[in-house]
C-alpha cells in the first residue's frame, strides 16, 4: 500500500507544472506576508520562532526535492522500458 | 608571538601540501580512467564553492549585526535547486554541444558568436568579481594575523644586507595565484576540465562545512548547554538585541539591513551567473545525472553549514560584549574562551573557503580574459610556432591579473565594509547578466544588440550606484556628488537616482539595473531584428532538447569552395593546441569516415571538417575567436564558404524552406488527384519532379506479378523506351538494396562511390548524384523505387529532400494501392455481373421446364361411374423425374399408372416424356398391364442404357363392372388397399424387374377383386423414404395408419393430407424427394 501511495505521488510530482508551483511557493513562503507572520521574537521551546520556521521550512523543502529527484529517476526508468520493444 | 606565528605558517604550509596531493592524485586517477572526480557528491561540493569566507565569516558577522536574515542569502540558492532540473539541464547540453568554457562563452554564442558580446562580459565579470575577491583577501590576511597573533602589517626579509619588507597581503596574493596557476593553467587544455582542481575544492568545501559545524557544535554545546540555552540566556542579556536580531526589519535605517526580496533575488541570480558558479556547474560537469542528486544535496549541505551561525553570532555577542569584528567572531570565540586548536579549525576552515573561491574564479576569469581580450589580437597575426606557448602564459597572466585586480580592491575599500556588503556587490554585479541569459534561453527574439544594449546600461548603473560609491570614502568620488548629484543635478543623485530616495543602496540599485537592463533588452530585441548567425543559434538553443531525437547525418547547405586536405586543418589546430592534441582530436575525428589516400575528403564532409576544427579550438580559444581563427585561415587557403543552389535553385543559407517544401507536397497531391489513370499519375509526377528540382533523369519503377522492377515511366533526355545496354541497369544493386531494406538509397557524390560499386557507364552519362527511393505506405511492403539523378549538383540530396521525396512516394503508393484496389473491385463486380446472368438464364429454363413437364400430367382425374380417382406430384426441384398418368378404355374401364424415373433431374423429366409419348398408342391397343411394361422396357432399354437412368412403374387395369383390378409392376412401391375391417393394408406386388436393366423382360400380371369402400393409394418412393430429423422413414406402416384415419375423404383430400403429413413429418419446407400419389376410391 505504501508503495502504492509512493508511486501515485512520484507520478504527480513528474508533472513539469508541479515544478513550477513548488519554485513560486517557495518564493511567496520567503517573502514579506508570511515572513510577517512569524516575524515575532517569540520562543518555542527557548528557540524563536523566526528561527525555527526558516529551518524546519528548509529542511521540508530539501525533502520535497528530494521526492522530485526520486520522480526523475522513476520516469527516467519507465523510459528506459519502454524504449526496449 | 612568534611561536604563533611558526606554527600558523606550519600548519598552512601542511594544510596546502594535503590539498596539493589531493589535487594529484584525483588529476593521477583521471589519467587511468578511473576518476574519482566523476561522481555526484563530488559534483555537490563543488557546487558549494558558493560558500566562501563570506558564508564563513560574513554570515556571523551578518547575523550579529542585522540578525536572521542572512540566511535568505542561502534560501535564495536552496529555492533555485528546484529549478536546475530544467534550467541547468539545458544549459549544460547546450554548453556540451558546443565545447563551451566559460559564461561568456555562452552568452556570446547564443546571440551569433558576438565578439562584442563576449567582451563585455569578461570586462564586467573582471570588474565584478574584484570585490569578491578582496574580501577573500582581506579575510584569509586578517584570520591570519587573529589566530598567529601576528599583527605586522609587512614581512620583513633580511638577507645579509638587504632588508625587504613585503607587505603581507602582497605575498598571500602571490600565493593564492601560483596555486591557482598550478591547478587550473598548467596547460591549454581543450576542453577545460580540470579534475585536480575539482577535487581540491571538493575537499575544501568538506572541510568548511566540518570546520564550522564543529565551531559551532563546540560552541552551542561545550560553552553552553545547547540551542535553547543560547537563545534563553542571550534574551536575558539583551532583551531588545534579541528581539531585533531574531526578526526581519523592515526599517531601513542603516545600509546594512537589505530587504528580504532583494537578498532572494540576488542570491538566486548569483549562483548561476558567478563566473565560479557556471564554471563548476555547467563546463566541469562530467554527468548530467549527477545533476539529480545535487538538487537535494546542494540545500542540504548550505542547511547544515548554516545551522550554527546563528549560535555563533549570539555566543560572539555575549562573549565580547559588542559587534565589533563581528565578522570574526567563529574565530575569536575559542580563541577567547582559550580554546586554539577549535579556532584552529576554524582558522582552516575560512582559508579553504577563500583559496577554493579564488581559484576557481581566477582560473574561469582568465580564460574568458585569453579568449574575449586577448585572443582578437593576436588572431590577426599569422599564427607562429610558438602560439601555444603564449596562449598559456597569456591565461597565466590572466589569474595573476584578477587577483591583483581584487587586492587593489582591498587597500582601497577593504575596511569600510563587512564582508557581507562586499558580497553583495558582486552579486549586485553579475545579476546583470541575468536577463541575457534568460532571455537566450527562452525567448527567441532576444537579440544581440538587446543583449549588449541591456547589459551595458545594466552594468553603468550598477558602476555608477555601487561601485563608485563604494570608493567615494577614498577620493575616488567627491563627496559633493555623493550628497548632491554630479553637477548638481539632484536627479542622478548615485544613491538615490530619479528621486527614489529612502531605499538601502542595494534594492535601488538591484531595481534601477534591472528596470534598465531588462527594459533595453526587450524594446531592442522587439525592434530590431536578428541576423542569419542568430537565428541559426537560436534554433540550436531552444530546440536542443527536441534536437536529441534527430539522429541522421547532418549535410550543409554551404560547401568550400576549394578542398581543404586534412593535414592542413591538423596543422593549424596544432598552432593553438600542440601538435600532440592536435592529432589525437583528428584520429579521434577520422574514426569511421572515408578519406582517400592524400587525405581528402569527399565533398561534403569538407564542411564537417571545418565545424570540426572550429570546435576543438573553441575549447581552447573560446567559440568565437575559433571562428575568426579557421576562417581567417581558409581565405589564406583561397578557400571560400560557397553557397550552394538549394533544391529550389534559389540561394539559402538557413534550412527554413517548409514553405516551399508545402507547395510541393501540395502540387503533387494534385496531380495524384487529378485522375485515376496510373500511367498518367507516373508520367505528370516525374515531369513534375523534373521541372521543379532541377534533376535530370527520373524514372518510376513498379513491380509486377512476378515481383519483378519493371520500369513504368521514364523522363529524362529522352521519351523512348531505354535499351539494355543503359547506363540506368548499373543502378540495380542499389534498387535491390532498397527492395529489401525498404529505405532510401543515396549517392551524393558518384565519384566517391564508384570506388565501391562499378558506375562507369553511369558517371560516363555525367551523372553526378543520384538517390532512389522506394513507394511503399508506412508499415507496407514497397511497390516500386523511384530513382531520380543529377547531372550538376552533387551533395543535392541533403535531408530535407529526401524527406521531401519520400513524402512524395508515399502519396504515390497510395495512389497505386488505390488504382489497384479500383482495378480488382472492377473485375469482381463483372466476374458477379456474369455469374448472375448465367444463374437467371438457367432459372428461366427451369422454370419454363417445369411448365412444360406440369402440362404433361393430368390436370383432373377422369371420371368413371362408381370410383373417384384422384393424383398429384410434387416434385423436389423444378423438375422431377415422377409421372401418374389415367386412361379412360371405355365406360367401365381405366388404366392407372405411376412411375419413377431414377433421380430428379432435367434428364429424368425428359425420359419421362419420352415414356408419355410411347405410352399413349400402346394404351390403344387394349393389351394387358404386363404386355404394356414389356413393350415400354424393349422400347426405353436403349435410351435409358445411354442415360443411365432406369424407370420403376406399377401399371394397373381396373374394370368397373368387374371390380376387378389387374396390374403389374416394374420394381415400384407396392401400393396399398385400405378395407374397411382390415386391419392392415394390403400390399400389392407383382414380379417385374425395373425398366432399363435387361432389354427383354416377362413382368407377372395379378389381379385382385375389389369391393366397395376401398381406398387404393399408389405412391412414389419419396414418400416412404421420407425422413424425419432423427433419421426414421416415414415407411410403409405410418402410410398405412395415415390411409386407414383418411379413408372416408374424398380422394384429392386424402392426396393433400398426406402431403402435409409428410411435411409435418420431416419437418422441413421442401421436399428431399419428389413424392407422387393416386388415389383410387371404390364407391
Not at chain 2, 534536437?547 to 547532418?554: K, V
Not at chain 2, 413437364?853 to 377422369?862: F, V, Y
Request: net charge neutral.
Amino acid at each position: 500500500m505504501l508503495k502504492q501511495l509512493r508511486l501515485k505521488l512520484l507520478n504527480r510530482l513528474q508533472l513539469r507544472e508541479s515544478w513550477i508551483i513548488f519554485f513560486i511557493f517557495g518564493i511567496i513562503l520567503l517573502n514579506f506576508p508570511f515572513l510577517h507572520i512569524f516575524n515575532k521574537s517569540d520562543t518555542l521551546f527557548g528557540i524563536p520562532l523566526l528561527f525555527t520556521y526558516f529551518f524546519v521550512g528548509w529542511g521540508i523543502s530539501i525533502f520535497i526535492i528530494y521526492l522530485f529527484t526520486l520522480a526523475i529517476e522513476n520516469s527516467g526508468t519507465k523510459q528506459m522500458e519502454r524504449r526496449q520493444p | 608571538m612568534n611561536n604563533g606565528l611558526a606554527q600558523t605558517v606550519l600548519i598552512t604550509t601542511l594544510y596546502t601540501l594535503l590539498i596539493f596531493l589531493i589535487a594529484w592524485y584525483a588529476h593521477h586517477r583521471k589519467e587511468t580512467g578511473r576518476s574519482i572526480v566523476d561522481n555526484p557528491y563530488i559534483y555537490t561540493l563543488s557546487i558549494a564553492v558558493y560558500c566562501t569566507s563570506w558564508t564563513f565569516y560574513g554570515s556571523v558577522g551578518k547575523a550579529a549585526t542585522t540578525g536572521i536574515d542572512f540566511l535568505l542569502m542561502h534560501l535564495g540558492p536552496s529555492l533555485m535547486a528546484f529549478s536546475w532540473f530544467f534550467l541547468l539541464r539545458r544549459i549544460i547540453r547546450i554548453s556540451k554541444d558546443n565545447n563551451i568554457t566559460s559564461i561568456a562563452d555562452l552568452i556570446s554564442l547564443r546571440y551569433g558568436r558576438s565578439l562584442w558580446l563576449g567582451a563585455l562580459v569578461t570586462v564586467f565579470s573582471v570588474l565584478g568579481i574584484m570585490p569578491g575577491i578582496a574580501l577573500q583577501i582581506k579575510t584569509v590576511s586578517t584570520s591570519f594575523h587573529l589566530i598567529s597573533g601576528f599583527s605586522a602589517d609587512s614581512i620583513r626579509l633580511s638577507r645579509g644586507a638587504y632588508m625587504v619588507s613585503v607587505p603581507s597581503g602582497i605575498l598571500l596574493t602571490l600565493i593564492l595565484s601560483i596555486f591557482s596557476i598550478i591547478f587550473g593553467a598548467r596547460k591549454l587544455a581543450s576542453s577545460e576540465r580540470h579534475e585536480g582542481l575539482i577535487a581540491a575544492v571538493a575537499f575544501e568545501s568538506l572541510v568548511k562545512l566540518i570546520s564550522l559545524a564543529g565551531v559551532g557544535i563546540f560552541i552551542t554545546y561545550f560553552l553552553h548547554n545547547g540551542f535553547s540555552d543560547i537563545f534563553i540566556r542571550f534574551r536575558e542579556a539583551h532583551p531588545t538585541d534579541f528581539s531585533r536580531l531574531l526578526t526581519i526589519n523592515a526599517i531601513h535605517t542603516s545600509a546594512d539591513v537589505i530587504p528580504p526580496f532583494t537578498m532572494l533575488f540576488l542570491s538566486m541570480s548569483a549562483i548561476m551567473l558567478l563566473p565560479r558558479q557556471f564554471h563548476v556547474m555547467v563546463i566541469e560537469n562530467i554527468n548530467e545525472n549527477h545533476i539529480n542528486k545535487a538538487m537535494w544535496l546542494f540545500p542540504l549541505y548550505l542547511f547544515l553549514i548554516n545551522l550554527f551561525v546563528m549560535p555563533i553570532a549570539l555566543s560572539g555577542l555575549l562573549v565580547t560584549g559588542s559587534t565589533a569584528n563581528a565578522d570574526f567572531f567563529a574565530l575569536n570565540v575559542p580563541l577567547l574562551t582559550g580554546h586554539p586548536a577549535i579556532a584552529m579549525l576554524a582558522y582552516l576552515g575560512g582559508l579553504s573557503a577563500a583559496a577554493g573561491m579564488v581559484m576557481v574564479e581566477s582560473v574561469t576569469i582568465s580564460t574568458m580574459l585569453l579568449n574575449y581580450i586577448f585572443m582578437p589580437v593576436i588572431v590577426r597575426f599569422t599564427p607562429r610556432i610558438w602560439f601555444p606557448y603564449l596562449l598559456i602564459n597569456l591565461k597565466r597572466f590572466g589569474i595573476f591579473l584578477i587577483i591583483f585586480l581584487g587586492y587593489f580592491y582591498y587597500l582601497i575599500a577593504g575596511n569600510a565594509f563587512t564582508l557581507v556588503n562586499m558580497g553583495m556587490i558582486s552579486f549586485s554585479a553579475v545579476t546583470q547578466f541575468m536577463p541575457a541569459m534568460l532571455g537566450g534561453l527562452y525567448w527567441r527574439r532576444g537579440n544581440r544588440i538587446g543583449a549588449i544594449t541591456g547589459i551595458s546600461l545594466g552594468f553603468i548603473t550598477w558602476f555608477y550606484t555601487l561601485f563608485l560609491p563604494s570608493l567615494a570614502k577614498f577620493g575616488w568620488l567627491q563627496a559633493s556628488v555623493l550628497d548632491n548629484g554630479p553637477f548638481g543635478i539632484s536627479l542622478l543623485k548615485p544613491t538615490a537616482m530619479f528621486g527614489l530616495s529612502g531605499m538601502d543602496p542595494w534594492s535601488h540599485t538591484l531595481f534601477w539595473s534591472m528596470f534598465f537592463n531588462v527594459g533595453s533588452y526587450i524594446i531592442c530585441s522587439i525592434i530590431l531584428r536578428q541576423d542569419e548567425q542568430e537565428r541559426d543559434q537560436v534554433t540550436k538553443f531552444i530546440g536542443t532538447i527536441e534536437a536529441e531525437h534527430r539522429h541522421r547525418y547532418h549535410t550543409e547547405a554551404r560547401r568550400l569552395s576549394k578542398p581543404v586536405t586534412i593535414a592542413q586543418f591538423a596543422t593549424l589546430m596544432s598552432k593553438f593546441i600542440g601538435e600532440s592534441e592536435a592529432r589525437q582530436a583528428i584520429a579521434g575525428y577520422i574514426g569511421d569516415r572515408y578519406i582517400d589516400a592524400a587525405g581528402n575528403v569527399s565533398e561534403f564532409e569538407l564542411t564537417n571538417l571545418k565545424r570540426f576544427a572550429e570546435k576543438t579550438l573553441a575549447g581552447s580559444v573560446g567559440a568565437a575567436a575559433a571562428g575568426a581563427i579557421v576562417d581567417s585561415f581558409l581565405s589564406d587557403m583561397g578557400s571560400r564558404m560557397e553557397l550552394v543552389y538549394d533544391i529550389f535553385s534559389t540561394v539559402r543559407t538557413s534550412l527554413d524552406q517548409s514553405r516551399e517544401a508545402l507547395f510541393v507536397r501540395l502540387k503533387a497531391s494534385e496531380i495524384i488527384n487529378r485522375t485515376l489513370d496510373l500511367q498518367i499519375i507516373m508520367d505528370d509526377l516525374l515531369d513534375f519532379l523534373l521541372k521543379e528540382f532541377k534533376l535530370d533523369i527520373a524514372l518510376i519503377l513498379l513491380r509486377d506479378a512476378d515481383d519483378k522492377l519493371i520500369i513504368k515511366s521514364y523522363h529524362g533526355s529522352s521519351h523512348n523506351p531505354i535499351p539494355e545496354s543503359h547506363w540506368f541497369y548499373e543502378s540495380k544493386p542499389f534498387c535491390d538494396e532498397v527492395s529489401t531494406t525498404n529505405k532510401t538509397y543515396v549517392i551524393n557524390d558518384t565519384a566517391l562511390a564508384s570506388q565501391a560499386i562499378e558506375l562507369n557507364r553511369t558517371i560516363a552519362s555525367s551523372i553526378v548524384s543520384c538517390a532512389y527511393i522506394p513507394i511503399l505506405r508506412e508499415g507496407e511492403a514497397s511497390l516500386g523505387i523511384i530513382a531520380v539523378f543529377s547531372k550538376t549538383i552533387s551533395g543535392l540530396f541533403a535531408e530535407e529532400f529526401i524527406g521531401l521525396l519520400e513524402s512524395l512516394a508515399g502519396q504515390l503508393a497510395q495512389a497505386i494501392t488505390i488504382s489497384r484496389e479500383i482495378e480488382a473491385k472492377e473485375q469482381e463486380r463483372t466476374q458477379k455481373e456474369q455469374a448472375l446472368l448465367l444463374n437467371a438464364r438457367i432459372n428461366r429454363d427451369m422454370e419454363i421446364a417445369q411448365q412444360i413437364q406440369i402440362s404433361l400430367l393430368p390436370s383432373t382425374a377422369p371420371e368413371l361411374f362408381g370410383i373417384e380417382m384422384g393424383g398429384r406430384c410434387i416434385s423436389a426441384a423444378h423438375v422431377g423425374g415422377d409421372y401418374y398418368d389415367f386412361f379412360l378404355r371405355d365406360d367401365h374401364t381405366v388404366d392407372l399408372l405411376i412411375a419413377d424415373v431414377s433421380g430428379h433431374s432435367v434428364g429424368a423429366a425428359l425420359i419421362m416424356a419420352e415414356v408419355r409419348t410411347l405410352l399413349r398408342p400402346q394404351v390403344n391397343v387394349a393389351h394387358s398391364a404386363c404386355a404394356i411394361l414389356k413393350s415400354l422396357n424393349s422400347q426405353l432399354y436403349d435410351d435409358l442404357t445411354r442415360a443411365e437412368l432406369f424407370i420403376t412403374m406399377f401399371y394397373a387395369k381396373y374394370n368397373s363392372a368387374t371390380g376387378r383390378l389387374s396390374y403389374a409392376n416394374a420394381g415400384h412401391n407396392h401400393p396399398l388397399i385400405c378395407r374397411e375391417g382390415e386391419a392392415s393394408c394390403i400390399e400389392l406386388d407383382a414380379e417385374g424387374l425395373i425398366i432399363g436393366v435387361k432389354p427383354s423382360v416377362i413382368f407377372e400380371e395379378c389381379c385382385i377383386e375389389l369391393i366397395k369402400g376401398d381406398v387404393l393409394l399408389f405412391y412414389t418412393d419419396g414418400l416412404i423414404e421420407a425422413t424425419n430429423r432423427e433419421g426414421e422413414l416415414f415407411g410403409a406402416q405410418r402410410i398405412c395408419n395415415h390411409l386407414k384415419t383418411l379413408h372416408h375423404l374424398p380422394a384429392q383430400d386424402i392426396i393433400d393430407s398426406f402431403y402435409s403429413a409428410v411435411t409435418t413429418y420431416t419437418g422441413l419446407e421442401a421436399f428431399q424427394d419428389d413424392i407422387s400419389l393416386v388415389v383410387l376410391k371404390i364407391l
